[in-house]
């Protein structure tokens, strides 16, 4: 049947479709792009129903003669913005521009498509962390997002699932006359490439997913596992180091003591403000903060500092890393509605089956099991968690210093999409391999490849020699001189 479905497909790419976007402009991007957007029913069971709209927006080629297929880019989170992304990715795709028009869909419940973002206000280091404190702001966040225009129940929240979003996303390639895609997808985005693929494998010309977290991860309980195994390897990075042996002897003593003397009141300069602030440090706080350097060898250079100091009281280092996950850049932050409305769905069932959480990762666990109690859980088709053999050449990127979605689950993908995938994995990097600037030619060269075996032939060993950035040491202080 796909065999004769291909056919079909082409000869309908030959008809002539209006343009459905209009000239615009998006924060970050010098140049004038195109602006789309799409009403949808948020239940396709209800067309009659609350309606969503999606937004989405084309880079244009600047080839006269353009590719017939776009590439689309979806985010991570789960619950970035693409759209928001744009200028962040934009160098990943330069070369592709020169043939290809580049495709960012705002999947529902992020950026403009029906956004399901909870209040932020100004917290002091590590005070969201307090579990009554984020259980109280949670319940407000739901409470707020059910008074949503389009959401016509609190039920209607759980209508944010992957398998609805790329639902909503092959109406974006329809609208645009595509017969088929090219679809790269980074963290999250590559479980919902990997569900469109399911969904619509024949519309998928080629597919780049970028740090695999494949639809049957259950991400509460394997965080703790994988983020422990990164934070072991750092600490043997620095043992192999002799700047960073001598300087820290007893790293590891170091991060258990201090681990067993949480929670705990500390007194520090507040990141941004300078200002002395009396705060509560948490269990959850620090293992955020921890967690959250791993995700980029170079930032994970200065944990070794920073777990020094915390455990001789200093938490300046541990709270600005804090700091930095909780006040980032717009484009980072992720819409909690959304975020949860896929977890709560597609993992928290799961959950009780994957297993006994452990001391490390004690924390994910108990807060998504709090969170998704009463979170609306959408549904979930079972074949969801079945990653169908690949109909068309994907690559595959891993870090190996990677907390979050290291090479054993890009290597369990390769073996369920089978002979069509290749699996690249560069030892020394972390979580996002494309944002090294030599991949940025093996993403082209793999889209632009004429057929799929000399796709996945393509050299991809550009990155195998970066190095691990070595572990920061504050420099000393010289002391004051005295007056001549």
């Known amino acids: 049947m796909l065999l004769q479905a291909l056919p079909a497909l082409a000869a309908a790419s030959d008809a002539p479709v209006a343009d459905p976007t209009t000239a615009c402009r998006i924060a970050g991007i010098r140049t004038e792009v195109r602006c789309g957007q799409l009403v949808r029913a948020l239940d396709p069971a209800r067309p009659g129903g609350p309606q969503i709209t999606v937004h989405y927006v084309v880079l244009r080629s600047v080839a006269r003669n353009r590719k017939p297929d776009p590439v689309f880019m979806l985010a991570g989170g789960p619950g970035q913005s693409a759209i928001g992304l744009a200028a962040a ?17 705002d999947q529902r419940g992020t950026g403009k498509s029906a956004p399901l973002m909870c209040p932020r206000t100004p917290v002091l280091p590590f ?3 307090n579990a009554q404190a984020q259980s109280k702001e949670l319940a407000q966040c739901r409470a707020a997002l059910a008074r949503l225009p389009f959401i016509g129940a609190p039920a209607d929240l759980g209508f944010f699932t992957t398998t609805l979003a790329m639902q909503d996303l092959d109406a974006v390639r329809q609208a645009l006359g595509a017969a088929q895609i090219n679809v790269v997808g980074a963290s999250y985005g590559t479980r919902a490439a990997l569900e469109y693929m399911r969904q619509f494998g024949p519309h998928v010309r080629r597919s780049v997913l970028d740090g695999l977290a494949p639809p049957d991860m259950v991400l509460p309980t394997t965080l703790g596992p994988d983020s422990q195994a990164a934070l072991d390897a750092l600490w043997a990075s620095c043992a192999a180091q002799s700047h960073c042996q001598k300087t820290f002897p007893t790293l590891a003593a170091d991060w258990q003591s201090l681990w067993q003397s949480l929670p705990k009141t500390v007194t520090l300069a507040h990141p ?3 200002q002395r602030v009396t705060v509560s440090a948490t269990r959850e706080a620090v293992i955020g903060a921890v967690r959250g350097a791993l995700y980029t060898p170079a930032v994970a250079a200065a944990l070794p500092q920073a777990v020094h100091d915390a455990a ?3 938490f300046e280092g541990l709270a600005a890393m804090h700091s930095a996950l909780q006040d980032g850049p717009p484009h980072l932050r992720l819409a909690l509605g959304m975020h949860l409305g896929v977890v709560c769905a597609e993992d928290y069932p ?7 959480a452990s001391a490390v990762d004690t924390d994910p666990q108990t807060q998504y099991r709090s969170a998704c109690r009463d979170w609306p859980q959408g549904d979930v088709p079972a074949d969801f968690y079945r990653i169908p053999a690949a109909q068309h050449a994907s690559l595959l990127l891993s870090g190996g210093l990677d907390p979050v979605t290291p090479p054993r689950h890009g290597q369990q993908v390769q073996q369920a999409l089978g002979p069509l995938a290749r699996h690249v994995v560069v030892p020394q990097a972390g979580h996002g391999i494309l944002a090294h600037a030599c991949m940025h030619k093996v993403l082209t060269a793999f889209i632009q490849a004429p057929d799929d075996a000399k796709a996945l ?3 991809a060993s550009c990155a195998q020699s970066i190095p691990r950035p070595l572990a920061f040491v504050r420099p000393a202080v010289p002391e004051p001189q005295g007056a001549p």
Not at 92 to 101: H, S
Not at 350 to 356: D, I, L, P, Q, T
């Open 312 to 314: 001789r009281g200093h």
């Open 457 to 459: 032939a393509i050299d």
């Open 272 to 274: 941004l403000t300078g």
């Open 89 to 105: 990715v934009l160098p990943w795709f330069e070369r592709l521009l020169l043939q290809r028009d580049l495709v960012l869909v």
């Open 350 to 356: 799961r959950m009780a089956a994957a297993g006994a």
């Open 127 to 129: 005070a969201s962390d």
